[in-house]
């Protein structure tokens, strides 16, 4: 009995040992969201953390996703309102259908728009070539860009995103990507539009075109095997579809949920599974955020010292809400926040000109750090100004200097006045006695007296 005891406990033993063994990251995958996708990446850029991941270092190729970047690069280089001519080579790319012509006269936007909302090869390849005069030439700012904005498995071939084999990206990498090209408001705000009306040109008549992104307004996806509905998410900011010559799927999107800018990445999924898959990668974040507010957009904090200015201090508001997420199991007083202002600030000042920084601890680990600034315009001061002297302190210490001058000047002028009146009674006295002795004088010399 004892033998079988013993075997039992130690049986259990192993098991507990084992288990405790198992490596988190396997543990994470187990319990993530269950994907169709080869690849996927869920992202909270509010507080920089990653939420889930799957092989989200690994190649893919990223489709037209790659027209973020196209797009980005061309936001950045062209007059968006400048009217471009669409040359012959732009047109010669692999599409499904034609939107452009050679020849067409065209507003560069409305090329980005096609790109973005259509996913328009040509128009993605004409804003290339508008932009650096050949599509090669384009390719490598691409690739540069990419370099410049932290992607070490990235690698553009094409501005449009055809399959190429050496065309591809990581999970990981496109999120860097969208991050930029969203931070851009030309590109967020046509990413963003659900429905757009491109002018007639010259060699087409107007057309209506609409974004491949459902969850901003919901539709009907065609999966090449019949239609899916696909509804509305909740919070959808802006996102990118992308799909392979052999039918497999990519998509990015931004999403608000509970305050967090959320990144959702699917990349190898299927026609019929692409939107499930982001539904899930963002059904997981908004299960997994804990939102904490530290403190609030507009909040005010102590004012910061400055010099040269009408006033030596100012006070700061906060640019953006204090959010966190608060881990499973941690206490919100755990939660502290330190401010810290620029140092040696100098008049002017204007109003929204950032001061400092607001920093969030969990514990004493910095979780994020927030702008803080001014909250009203401060002019440049008088010439007591540089020494930290305020211009009403300015005043009082003149209206002090003022009135003790005056009482100096008051005391003088009494005491002259007394020493005038002193001097003249002296004087009276000193006449009133040579009188008497003349007058004495005078009576001795009638009498004839000696003495």
Same mark, same amino acid.
Request: charged share 25%; glycine share 6%; aromatic share 8%.
């Given at each position: 009995?004892?033998?079988?005891?013993?075997?039992? +406990?130690?049986?259990?033993?192993?098991?507990?040992?084992?288990?405790?063994?198992?490596?988190?990251?396997?543990?994470?995958?187990?319990?993530?969201?269950?994907? @169709?996708?080869?690849?996927?990446?869920?992202?909270?850029?509010? @507080?920089?953390?990653?939420?889930? $991941?799957?092989?989200?270092?690994?190649?893919?190729? &990223? #489709?037209?996703?790659?027209? &973020?970047?196209?797009?980005?690069?061309?936001? *950045?280089?062209?007059?968006?309102? !400048?009217?471009?001519?669409?040359?012959?080579?732009?047109?010669?790319?692999?599409?499904?259908? /034609?939107?452009?012509?050679?020849?067409?006269?065209?507003?560069?936007?409305?090329?980005?728009?096609?790109?973005?909302?259509?996913?328009?090869?040509?128009? #993605?390849?004409? &804003?290339? %070539?508008?932009?650096?005069?050949?599509?090669?030439?384009?390719?490598?700012?691409?690739?540069?860009?990419?370099?410049? &904005?932290?992607?070490?498995?990235?690698?553009?071939? +094409?501005?449009?995103?055809?399959?190429?084999?050496?065309?591809? /990206?990581?999970?990981?990498? %496109?999120?860097? %990507?969208?991050?930029?090209?969203?931070?851009?408001?030309?590109? =967020?705000?046509?990413?963003?539009? +659900?429905?757009? @009306?491109?002018?007639?040109?010259?060699?087409?008549?107007?057309?209506?075109?609409?974004?491949?992104?459902?969850?901003?307004?919901?539709? !009907?996806?065609?999966?090449?095997?019949?239609?899916?509905?696909?509804?509305?998410?909740?919070?959808?900011?802006?996102?990118?579809?992308g799909t392979t010559n052999l039918n497999?799927? +990519?998509?990015?999107?931004?999403?608000?949920?509970?305050?967090?800018?959320?990144?959702?990445?699917?990349?190898?999924?299927? =026609?019929?599974?692409?939107?499930?898959?982001?539904?899930?990668?963002?059904?997981?974040?908004?299960?997994?955020? /804990?939102?904490?507010?530290?403190?609030?957009?507009?909040?005010?904090? *102590?004012?910061?010292?400055?010099?040269?200015?009408?006033?030596?201090?100012?006070?700061?508001?906060?640019?953006?809400?204090?959010?966190?997420?608060?881990?499973?199991?941690?206490?919100?007083?755990?939660?502290?926040?330190?401010?810290?202002?620029?140092?040696?600030?100098?008049?002017?000042?204007?109003?929204?000109?950032?001061?400092?920084?607001?920093?969030?601890?969990?514990?004493?680990?910095?979780?994020? *750090?927030?702008?803080?600034?001014?909250?009203?315009?401060?002019?440049e001061g008088w010439f007591l100004s540089?020494?930290?002297?305020?211009?009403?302190?300015?005043?009082?210490?003149?209206?002090?200097?003022?009135?003790?001058?005056?009482?100096?000047?008051?005391?003088?002028? =009494?005491?002259? %006045?007394?020493?005038?009146?002193?001097?003249?009674?002296? $004087?009276?006295?000193?006449?009133?006695?040579?009188?008497?002795?003349? !007058?004495?004088e005078r009576d001795l010399k009638q009498?004839?007296?000696?003495?």
């Open positions: 009995m004892k033998k079988r005891f013993r075997f039992f +406990t130690t049986f259990v033993l192993i098991v507990v040992l084992a288990a405790g063994l198992l490596p988190t990251a396997a543990f994470a995958a187990a319990s993530g969201p269950d994907v @169709t996708g080869s690849a996927a990446y869920v992202y909270c850029a509010t @507080t920089d953390e990653v939420l889930w $991941q799957k092989n989200a270092s690994k190649q893919y190729n &990223l #489709a037209s996703i790659t027209k &973020l970047m196209t797009c980005l690069i061309a936001a *950045e280089k062209l007059d968006l309102s !400048e009217e471009v001519t669409v040359t012959q080579a732009a047109t010669e790319v692999i599409k499904t259908e /034609s939107f452009v012509f050679a020849g067409e006269k065209i507003k560069a936007e409305d090329l980005m728009y096609a790109a973005l909302l259509a996913s328009a090869n040509d128009a #993605a390849k004409a &804003l290339a %070539i508008t932009a650096s005069g050949s599509e090669k030439k384009f390719v490598k700012l691409m690739n540069q860009k990419a370099k410049e &904005l932290g992607c070490k498995n990235t690698n553009f071939v +094409t501005s449009s995103g055809v399959y190429n084999k050496n065309h591809y /990206s990581t999970a990981e990498d %496109i999120v860097k %990507i969208a991050k930029a090209a969203f931070a851009n408001p030309d590109v =967020l705000r046509i990413a963003r539009t +659900t429905e757009y @009306t491109v002018p007639a040109t010259n060699k087409t008549d107007a057309v209506t075109i609409k974004t491949t992104n459902l969850f901003l307004n919901g539709g !009907e996806a065609d999966t090449g095997n019949g239609k899916i509905k696909v509804k509305k998410y909740k919070g959808m900011v802006a996102g990118k579809t497999r799927t +990519t998509m990015v999107v931004l999403c608000k949920i509970d305050g967090f800018d959320i990144y959702a990445v699917i990349l190898d999924s299927t =026609l019929q599974q692409r939107y499930r898959d982001v539904r899930k990668l963002l059904n997981y974040a908004k299960a997994t955020l /804990s939102p904490y507010n530290a403190f609030k957009k507009g909040d005010t904090f *102590e004012g910061a010292k400055l010099k040269g200015g009408a006033t030596n201090r100012v006070d700061a508001v906060a640019a953006a809400d204090g959010l966190i997420n608060l881990p499973e199991g941690a206490s919100a007083s755990l939660v502290s926040t330190k401010v810290s202002f620029d140092k040696d600030l100098q008049a002017p000042i204007t109003k929204g000109q950032v001061i400092g920084t607001a920093a969030v601890y969990l514990a004493d680990e910095k979780i994020r *750090e927030i702008d803080l600034t001014a909250a009203a315009e401060v002019k540089r020494f930290g002297i305020t211009n009403l302190q300015t005043v009082i210490l003149f209206f002090v200097l003022a009135l003790i001058l005056a009482f100096i000047l008051l005391i003088t002028v =009494l005491r002259t %006045i007394n020493k005038r009146k002193r001097r003249a009674a002296r $004087q009276r006295r000193l006449m009133e006695a040579a009188r008497r002795q003349m !007058e004495r009498r004839n007296w000696p003495y």
